[in-house]
């Protein structure tokens, strides 16, 4: 599957996250290590607080991995910044009423980590119902880190950010 994900000659992962606090800094750090695997070869890793993440940026990514904090039942605001500000330009697909619907384009990968105190489903509920509407794809399953962070969540996390760059490895 070598290659199949992109058309650059130099396939590029975008890390877009919202990292306000130092446990959820710690998934995000382990993400990065893990999307720049030395066993990965050929990847440029681009990361961006979702805050300050573009189109441009978006429109640049064969692939993406996406970090929120859950609150009170969403996605962080920073995290819905993002996607307010590049939905449309990045492929987003609207319904005739104005909701999102299911994209027909092409699906460049995605991974998605998710912490939250005590709940994760609506956070990751709310990234889901953007993100079908845009031309990526599910490529691992959700990250959700519930309380304090430990080992196995950062090596987790580790994996997914692995998992999504090594599918856009040459």
Known sequence: MSGAWHSGTVPRLL????????????LTDAVLAGAHDDAIDG???????????????VLGADGYLLGTT??????????KHFFDTIFLEAGGALSDDGSASAST???KPYGLWVHGRYDTTGAVR??????????WVQSAEVLEV????????????????GTIAALLSE
Not at 43 to 57: F, I, Q, S, T, W
Not at 70 to 79: I, K, P, Q, R, V
Not at 126 to 133: E, L
């Open 15 to 26: 890390v877009v996250h919202h990292s306000p606090t130092p446990t959820v800094q710690s």
């Open 43 to 57: 990847v440029e890793v681009v990361e961006r607080p979702a805050l300050e993440a573009r189109a441009d940026d």
């Open 70 to 79: 859950a609150n009170f039942g969403y996605m962080s605001g920073a995290l």
């Open 105 to 107: 384009g092409g699906k």
């Open 126 to 135: 709310s990234v889901q119902s953007i993100v079908q509407a845009l031309p």
């Open 146 to 161: 519930l309380g304090d962070v430990g080992e196995e969540h950062t090596e987790a996390a580790y994996e997914l950010g």
